[in-house]
C-alpha cells in the first residue's frame, strides 16, 4: 500500500484556509506598500516604455537639429550634441538595446542556471561535485576579461553578448539554487514522494522548483540589473554597439570629452544606466526582503 505523502508547503496552505493565491496577494500588497518598490518599478517601467515607443512618438536620434552642444531648453530638454543630435531622443532610442541584450542575457542564465542547480541539489553525489567544480572555474573567472575574449572570438553581435551572459551569469545562480535545494531535500515531502514513485524530474520540477521560485526571482532580477551594466560597459570599451547607435555605454564614451563644455552629453546618458540598474537592484532588494517572510 502506497504511503501518502504529506502535503507541500502549497498544498499546505490550501488546507488550512490560506490558499497559494492569497499567500501570492498578500505579497503582491506587501510590495506595493513599499514606496521604493513603488518608485522603482515606475523607473523600470519608464525605460521599458521608453524602449518600446520612442518611435511612436517620432523621435529622430540619429537626425542632425543644425545646434551642435546647445544646452537643455525647451526644445531640446536634454540639449544636443557634437553632431547636433538631440540627446533626449538618443537617451530615449538608447533604452531599446539596453533591456534587448541583458533581460536576455538574464533569462538565458537563469534557465540555466536554475536548471543545473536544481539537479546538482537533487543527485548530490559525484552529480554534484562535477557541476562544483566547474562552476568554481567559471566563478574564478573575472567577469569583464572573459567577456571581452569572448567578444574578440566571436564579434560583438548581440547574440554572442546574450550567450556570454548567459553562460558567465548561471554559475552563480546555480550555486544558490543548489543551496535553497539543499534546504528543502531535509524537508519531509521530498523522501515522501520518492516513496510514491514520483519520477526525479517530477519531483525536482514539481515539488523542488515551486517551492524555492522566490530564491530565483530574486537572482534574476539581480542578474538583469548586472547584465545591462556590463552590456553598457562593453560598448563604452567600443566592443559591442558602433556609432551611430544610441546606445547609453557608446554615448559615455563618445561625450566623456565634453564633461566640462557639454556637461549634458555626458551627464544624462550616465544618468540613465544609473537610474535603470539601481532600480532593478532595489526591485531585488524588495523581493527579497517581502519573499523571505
Known amino acids: ?74 526644445e531640446h530638454w536634454f540639449g544636443t550634441d557634437r553632431i547636433g543630435r538631440d540627446v533626449f531622443a538618443r537617451v530615449l532610442a538608447g533604452a531599446e538595446s539596453a533591456l534587448l541584450i541583458g533581460p536576455l542575457g538574464a533569462i538565458l542564465a537563469t534557465a540555466l542556471g536554475s536548471t543545473l542547480g536544481l539537479i546538482a541539489g537533487y543527485h548530490r553525489g559525484w552529480v554534484d561535485q562535477a557541476f ?94 548586472a547584465a545591462i551594466f556590463i552590456s553598457s560597459s562593453l560598448s563604452f570599451l567600443g566592443l559591442a554597439s558602433a556609432p551611430p547607435s544610441p546606445d547609453w555605454g557608446l554615448a559615455v564614451n563618445e561625450n566623456r570629452s565634453y564633461l566640462q563644455s557639454a556637461w549634458w552629453t555626458l551627464a544624462f546618458p550616465t544618468l540613465a544606466i544609473a537610474s535603470l540598474v539601481v532600480s532593478i537592484n532595489l526591485i531585488a532588494d524588495n523581493f527579497r526582503e517581502v519573499f523571505r517572510r
Do not use: C
Not at 567544480?133 to 567577456?147: A, E, H, K
Not at 553581435?157 to 548567459?166: D, K
Not at 515522501?192 to 526525479?200: K, L, T, V, W, Y
Open 1 to 74: 500500500m502506497a504511503i501518502a505523502a504529506p502535503p507541500t508547503d502549497r498544498a499546505l496552505g490550501t488546507l488550512v484556509g490560506t490558499p497559494v493565491r492569497s499567500t501570492r496577494s498578500r505579497r503582491w500588497r506587501a510590495l506595493l506598500s513599499r514606496p521604493g518598490f513603488v518608485l522603482s518599478a515606475a523607473v523600470v517601467l519608464f525605460w521599458i516604455f521608453a524602449a518600446l515607443g520612442w518611435r511612436a512618438l517620432g523621435l529622430d536620434p540619429f537626425a542632425d537639429t543644425g545646434a551642435r552642444l546647445q544646452p537643455p531648453s525647451a
Open 132 to 225: 562544483m567544480r566547474v562552476f568554481d572555474v567559471f566563478l574564478t573567472l573575472p567577469t569583464l576579461i572573459f567577456l571581452l575574449v569572448i567578444v574578440g572570438a566571436f564579434g560583438g553581435s548581440p547574440l554572442s553578448i546574450v550567450l556570454a551572459v548567459g553562460i558567465l551569469f548561471a554559475p552563480g545562480i546555480a550555486r544558490i539554487v543548489r543551496a535553497a535545494v539543499l534546504v528543502e531535500m531535509g524537508k519531509q515531502y521530498v523522501p515522501s514522494a520518492r516513496i510514491q514513485g514520483e519520477s526525479s524530474r517530477r519531483i525536482i520540477f514539481g515539488e523542488l522548483l515551486p517551492n524555492i521560485w522566490p530564491q530565483i526571482l530574486v537572482q534574476a532580477t539581480l542578474s538583469v540589473a
